[in-house]
Nanobody
Framework: QVQLVESGGGSVQAGGSLRLSCAAS????????MAWFRQAPGKEREGVAA????????HYADSVKGRFTISRDNAKNTLNLQMDRLKPEDTAMYYC?????????????????WGQGTQVTVSS
């Protein structure tokens, strides 16, 4: 069992920045792939960014490429998401997730362990 706890959400004006963090504990050997997802009211959960264990491979949704940066610190079992040049359409609940296998990096169906989420609100 993996426990994931997100932090760092909040309210910011368009063009601003936020940094999300996710602290992992428990069966951390399962943290081969980690990712950030988001879900806005009335919309499906979508993948934002994912990163492999070594940190050498990452994938991003087209909507956030060039603005968001995912990183991980395996020594501290933490996952981060630096979000710059935020837009109102980035407003959503953001979730940290982890899985040990699978090829679809940004598909929520493949992730087994989830945090409770942290709210990000971007005003225009």
């Amino acid at each position: 069992q993996v426990q994931l706890v997100e932090s760092g959400g909040g309210s910011v004006q368009a063009g601003g920045s936020l940094r999300l963090s996710c602290a992992a504990s428990g069966a951390t050997y399962k943290l081969r792939y980690m990712a950030w997802f988001r879900q806005a009211p009335g919309k499906e959960r979508e993948g934002v960014a994912a990163i492999y264990n070594s940190g050498s491979i990452s994938h991003y949704a087209d909507s956030v490429k060039g603005r968001f940066t995912i990183s991980r610190d395996n020594a501290k079992n933490t996952l981060n998401l630096q979000m710059d040049r935020l837009k109102p359409e980035d407003t959503a609940m953001y979730y940290c997730a982890a899985k040990s296998t699978g090829l679809r990096w940004l598909s929520p169906d493949e992730y087994n362990d989830w945090g409770q989420g942290t709210q990000v609100t971007v005003s225009s």
